[in-house]
């Protein structure tokens, strides 16, 4: 059973930085394909930010140069780093994995991030 669980938000002035993280148990993140998504109030879910199982790595035009996506095999985490967050950014972030072998999607419960002006 995959099991997503992120943590890492909080409530942040503008400008500052927050690093989320989502442990992954009952897969292997490095195999997979690892997404951040987010949802603001009375807004879909947008993708913000993937990491492949090569490593590739794409952002939303909205978060480019100031986040970045990153993994650590041996604890079997990923990462977002944060950085010059504006009020824009405030939303639930979620974790996903997404395995192109067994055809799995998965979501962690989501972490709220809040950026205040």
């Known amino acids: 059973q995959v099991q997503l669980v992120e943590s890492g938000g909080g409530l942040v002035q503008a400008g500052g930085s927050l690093r989320l993280s989502c442990a992954a148990s009952?897969?292997?993140?490095?195999?997979?394909?690892m997404n951040w998504y987010r949802q603001a109030p009375g807004k879909q879910r947008e993708l913000v930010a993937t990491i492949t199982s090569g490593g590739t790595t794409n952002y939303a035009d909205s978060v480019k140069g100031r986040f970045t996506i990153s993994r650590d095999n041996a604890k079997n985490t990923v990462y977002l780093q944060m950085n010059s967050l504006k009020p824009e950014d405030t939303a639930v972030y979620y974790c996903?994995?997404?395995?192109?072998?067994?055809?799995?999607?998965?979501w962690g419960q989501g972490t709220r991030v809040t950026v205040s002006s």
């Open positions: 009952g897969s292997i993140i490095m195999i997979n394909t």
């Open positions: 996903n994995e997404r395995s192109a072998y067994s055809g799995g999607d998965y």
